[in-house]
């Protein structure tokens, strides 16, 4: 008698989420499976991009699990991946009755099933900018990206992402790779995603919300840094969600790395409405402190980003001591004020965020608890709360630059 599938499916905001994915890794083989995606990613892009588990058993016996990942929306269903880890080769899974059993679960969706552990197609392409080849990674390339987030973050095998996402079958929106001297300089891959961040209800009628993209990680070697490699790896990244019709991309930074608010804010015409402080439970190289972060929203299809993307212009700073209607809400770790009522805000930043963790681990922890503190006090995109939209400079001191939302902003953000 064939033993009888029985199937779960947890949706992945539940408040016993993070726990429940602990559980379901080490049942998989964590923290010694390649092919798992790190428990971070599960614990806080998962749910937010609308992903769901799936728990199998046979006779009630634990077979496997699968994760769904947003794949493509049409007018009649969500399309998902559903990338499977089955436990017992000698009892295998039956595809068909086992995506048929989750249409029933998910009304409205449509299913494709993916064995991370098989044999993957890639399609390699690419083109040169000012000398570097960029385009999709080839089989090679794709080893090459997991080796070089080591080199980048110094963190576990367990918390870097998979080689075989960047296959085709898999279909991640985004999988990017720069090279030069036929050697990986940097990447950039990402995700679809069903809805995504609130906006101002402003926004709403302007820009597509059901489908999203979310760009999970943007690497550069540290020898090629400052030669625009992260830069013309964003715009293919905005040019390929313009192809697909989607107006919206998201992602996570350390608000922190004064480079990383450089390129966002600036270079890409990004602006940031939402702050997760302590967002990630690891610790790296990078982040030796509390991993708190800022949530990137890219408006593609606006005046800002195409300016920012076409102007190639070098980053500038307000300059602070000539604008007097900003108010300063630090002075390095010390908080000077939480409310604001000005039309701009200043937050002063680190110059060196890396390298200050590392010389002054306590310095560090007082700089995240100052910066916390604003940041989920005052952004938002409600009136009356901040955008973040630019840098601002004093001196030798940085700032990031948030202005007041009101309509006005709202409306010159979005045109």
């Not at 998910?106 to 000012?130: G, I, K, M, T, W």
């Not at 079958?169 to 961040?197: C, E």
């Not at 690497?219 to 090629?224: D, I, S, Y």
Request: hydrophobic share 40%; proline share 7%.
């Amino acid at each position: 008698m064939a033993a009888q599938l029985n199937v779960a499916l947890i949706d992945a905001g539940g408040s016993n989420w993070p726990a429940e994915v602990d559980r379901v890794r080490r049942l998989l083989g964590a923290p010694t499976n390649p092919l798992l995606f790190p428990p971070h990613f599960f614990k806080t892009t998962f749910p937010h991009i609308g992903g769901y588990l799936v728990v199998c058993t046979l006779d009630e016996r634990f077979a496997g699990a699968g994760f769904l990942f947003p794949r493509a929306l049409s007018p009649s269903a969500r399309e998902y991946t559903l990338r499977f880890h089955p436990t017992d080769p000698s009892q295998p899974v039956d595809p068909v009755e086992l995506i048929g059993r989750i249409q029933e679960l998910l009304p409205r969706s449509r299913c494709h099933f993916y064995n991370p552990s098989a044999e993957q197609d890639f399609c390699s392409c690419h083109q040169v900018v000012d000398g570097i080849e960029y385009g999709r990674p080839a089989e090679r390339d794709a080893a090459a990206i997991r080796s070089l987030q080591q080199t980048i973050w110094d963190c576990e095998e367990d918390y870097l992402y998979p080689v075989d996402i960047h296959s085709t079958d898999f279909r991640a929106s985004t999988s990017l790779v720069a090279r030069t001297d036929q050697q990986i300089a940097g990447f950039a891959f990402g995700f679809y995603s069903f809805g995504g961040p609130p906006l101002p209800p402003q926004w709403h009628d302007r820009f597509r919300t059901d489908l999203r993209m979310e760009s999970q990680l943007l690497g550069v070697h540290p020898r090629c840094r400052g030669g625009g490699i992260g830069f013309h790896l964003k715009r293919l990244q905005a040019e390929a969600a313009l192809r697909e019709g989607i107006d919206l991309v998201h992602w996570t930074v350390d608000p922190l790395q004064l480079a990383n608010a450089m390129l966002n804010l600036v270079h890409l015409g990004a602006v940031a409405l939402h702050f997760y402080p302590n967002y990630h439970p690891f610790r790296n190289v990078l982040n030796q402190v509390a991993a708190s972060r800022l949530q990137i929203t890219w408006l593609i299809t606006t005046n800002r980003a195409r300016r920012a993307l076409t102007s190639h212009q070098p980053a500038r700073f307000l300059d602070l001591a000539k604008a007097r209607d900003v108010i300063t809400m630090n002075q390095g770790t010390l908080v000077r004020h939480l409310d604001a009522s000005s039309r701009r805000i200043a937050i002063e930043v680190p110059a060196a965020w890396t390298a200050l963790q590392q010389q002054d681990l306590t310095q560090a922890q007082e700089w995240r608890a100052a910066t916390d503190a604003i940041l989920t006090h005052c952004l938002g995109g409600e009136h009356g709360r901040y955008i973040l939209t630019g840098l601002g400079a004093h001196g030798p001191r940085r700032y990031l630059i948030a202005e007041r939302v009101n309509a006005t902003l709202l409306d010159r953000l979005a045109e």
